[in-house]
Every structure is written in structure tokens, then in C-alpha cells.
């Protein structure tokens, strides 16, 4: 069956596409994300499978997704997977969903027949990675691997990845390493660069102890050019409030990429689309200033219910 593999670039991603690709073999995996997912989908069609993992559905494009991929389930097989919380009413049979597991290990139990039992140490690295190593299924397939090592070759993976973080090129190489079940330590550049990974993130925590303003309920940092995950987990953390953000301005399309990091039980998915949705989809074209408050109030609205 001629499969086309699409994931998302970070841990569980990289790991979710791993599994898949050890599922099916020698097919093409390309990267992409909840906002180019709709125009990178072009490229699947004349497949007989289109497989797509953690790949949120965001508010905005999600009527437009869902005319797509029906276009293309209805001359292919199309199995998207992914844990982000739904946009309200969202429903469709090619849609694989459940917001308290990783991607990887919602890939791993969907081609489990297809794979070597070993192949779940692949997807419990994206799991951890992805924070989503709390599930029954996880704490059930960590009890076949020594705790201790299963987390370090996680946490190499995760920080490994930090540097050259665009490289997909390099994180394609690397999927195709880890479908062939080869451990993150034993992948020279990937070990060296999470040493090295780990150095500036310490760098980074210290920058953003210094950097972090403060709102009522959400605490951000302006570009920190470091990975965006770990500037906003560092924000909340110093910005003591519940939710803390990271945002980077894009010269090239004159937008505001942003990544959010929550204490609890907060749905940020539906928060942070709603309120993009009320400035155009994204910081390009207004104040940012405006978005942070009207962000401020809708996670502060949350709180209070």
C-alpha cells in the first residue's frame, strides 16, 4: 500500500512518525503543523494511505481541513491521529482521538499488529516527552523497560532535538533511526547536541527569571530565540501565575508564533484559538499588546468557572 506519512516536529511527532513508518515501511514522511497542515495535505494525494499524526485542528481551519481530508478519504485510507482537544462539534471517521494519551502512543496501539512488540520503547520516548506518560497504557508498556534508562533515552531525544530545531531534513534522518528501534544515546549528533541543549537551557531559565512580565493569570517572554516549550513552562514558573507564554516575532510573514505552558486542568487549545480567532488568526496586523490582554481575560474567565 503506498503511504504517505505527515507529523509534527517535536518529541512526539518525530516518535509517532518513527511508529508509523516502522509500520510501513519506506514510506515519505514530511513535517508540518496545525497551520500548514491544510496546504501541505495537497501533496497526499495519489496515495492509497495518508497517515497524519499530533497534528492539531485548530478552530479557524478546521471546516477547510475537514473538506480535505474527506476529498481525500474518499480515494484513500486516511488515518489521522492526535491528542489536542477538539474544536467544538468536530467530528469525522477518519479522526483518531483521545486528549489524555501522546500521539505515539495512540500510533503505537493503532499498528501494534504491524509492529515488533519492542517498538513501544519508541512511542513511551514520545510520551514522556510530550508529558503524556500518565496514561494506564504507558504506565503498563514502562514496566517492560528499566525506568531509569527508558527516561534518559527520552530526555536525549527531547533536548537533543532543541538544536537545529528547523532542520527537518535532520529530523527525518533521525525518525527513520528510531523506526529502526536505534536508541537516542547511540545517535553521536543527537547525544552530543542534548548535552549542549541542556547548557542553554539553563541559560535560558536564567534569562527569562530576569525577562518575565507578569498579568493577572498569564506571565510571557518576548523573544528568547530558545525553544519556545521550555521559555513558557520558565515564565509561569517566574512569572507565578497559572499559565505562562513564550512568543516570537516572525520578520518573514509579520506574524507572532507563541507557545503556552498551563498548571491544571486549563483548556488552552479552545482558549488560545478563540481569542486568535478574534485578532485574524494571529498577531500579524495587530497590536500584539491587545491579543496578550484579551488572552489575560479569557484564561482569567476560565479560572473563575
Not at 506519512?5 to 514522511?29: F, K, R, W
Not at 496514561?135 to 536525549?156: E, F, I
Not at 510571557?220 to 505562562?244: E, F, L, N, W
Request: with cysteine; charged share 25%.
Amino acid at each position: 500500500m503506498k503511504t504517505i506519512i505527515l507529523t509534527h516536529g517535536d518529541s512526539d511527532g518525530i516518535c509517532a512518525g518513527a511508529v508509523a513508518l516502522a509500520a510501513n515501511p519506506g514510506s515519505p514522511l514530511y513535517f508540518t503543523n496545525a497551520v500548514s497542515v491544510v496546504s501541505d495535505l495537497d501533496q497526499a494525494r495519489g496515495y492509497d494511505r495518508v497517515v497524519v499524526c499530533d497534528i492539531a485542528i485548530n478552530i479557524p481551519t478546521a471546516g477547510r481541513l475537514k473538506a480535505l481530508v474527506d476529498s481525500l478519504a474518499a480515494d484513500a485510507e486516511v488515518i489521522y491521529i492526535d491528542h489536542h482537544p477538539l474544536p467544538e462539534g468536530f467530528e469525522a471517521e477518519w479522526l483518531i482521538s483521545d486528549i489524555t494519551s501522546s500521539a505515539s502512543e495512540m500510533t503505537y496501539k493503532h499498528f501494534r499488529n504491524d509492529l515488533h512488540p519492542d517498538m513501544s520503547r519508541v512511542a513511551l520516548y514520545g510520551a514522556i516527552g510530550d508529558y503524556r506518560d500518565n496514561s494506564d497504557s504507558v504506565r503498563d508498556m514502562v514496566q517492560d523497560w528499566d525506568k531509569r534508562s527508558l527516561y534518559y533515552q527520552a530526555g536525549t531525544l527531547s533536548q537533543g532535538i532543541e538544536i537545529g530545531r528547523r532542520d527537518y531534513e535532520f529530523k527525518r534522518w533521525l525518525a527513520m533511526q528510531l523506526a529502526k528501534n536505534v536508541q537516542p544515546s547511540d545517535i553521536d549528533v543527537l547525544a552530543k547536541n542534548a548535552v549542549i541543549a541542556s547548557q542553554q537551557e539553563n541559560e535560558l531559565r536564567q534569562r527569562v527569571a530576569t525577562d518575565v512580565v507578569s498579568m493577572r493569570n498569564v506571565s510571557y517572554v518576548m523573544d528568547q530565540k530558545a525553544c519556545m516549550s521550555k521559555a513558557a513552562i520558565y515564565a509561569r514558573v517566574y512569572g507565578h501565575t497559572p499559565v505562562g507564554m513564550s512568543v516570537e516575532y516572525r520578520e518573514h510573514r509579520d506574524a507572532y508564533d507563541f507557545s503556552l505552558r498551563a498548571k491544571g486542568d486549563l483548556n488552552l487549545n479552545l482558549i488560545v484559538s478563540a481569542t486568535a480567532a478574534k485578532h485574524g488568526g494571529s498577531g500579524g496586523g495587530h497590536p500584539l499588546k491587545y491579543f496578550l490582554k484579551d488572552l489575560d481575560e479569557a484564561v482569567t474567565a476560565a479560572l473563575a468557572k
